[in-house]
């Protein structure tokens, strides 16, 4: 098992940025592909980013390219989502999620996951 605890959420003004974080604990010791997602009021769950275990390989939402990025500290069992030129139509639940993979693995769909923190709100005013 794999526990995820988000942080870094907020209000923000379009045209700013936040960078959210995913603390992983437990069994940390296996390799996993980790992802974002989120999900707005009345949406259904969506993919944002993924990077694999060894950070080498990255893949985004066209929503969010060239806007959003995604980097993981494996000495801190640590992903984040650095986030810029927010707009309006980010605002949402955001979500870390897990998945045991090899090093080179992304996973780019919400039903890849395993594991899956509570969500933190990002919110952004026009």
């Known amino acids: 098992q794999v526990q995820l605890v988000e942080s870094g959420g907020g209000l923000v003004q379009a045209g700013g940025s936040l960078r959210l974080s995913c603390a992983a604990s437990?069994?940390?010791?296996?390799?996993?592909?980790m992802g974002w997602l989120r999900q707005a009021p009345g949406k259904e769950r969506e993919f944002v980013a993924a990077?694999?275990?060894?950070?080498?390989?990255?893949a985004y939402a066209d929503s969010v390219k060239g806007r959003f990025t995604i980097s993981r500290d494996n000495a801190k069992n640590t992903v984040y989502l650095q986030m810029n030129s927010l707009k309006p139509e980010d605002t949402a639940v955001y979500y870390c999620?897990?998945?045991?993979?090899?090093?080179?693995?992304?996973?780019?769909?919400?039903?890849?996951?395993?594991?899956w923190g509570q969500g933190t709100q990002v919110t952004v005013s026009s």
């Open positions: 990077i694999s275990w060894g950070g080498g390989r990255t």
């Open positions: 999620a897990a998945h045991p993979a090899s090093a080179i693995v992304v996973v780019t769909t919400t039903s890849g996951y395993d594991y």
């Open positions: 437990g069994r940390t010791g296996s390799t996993y592909a």
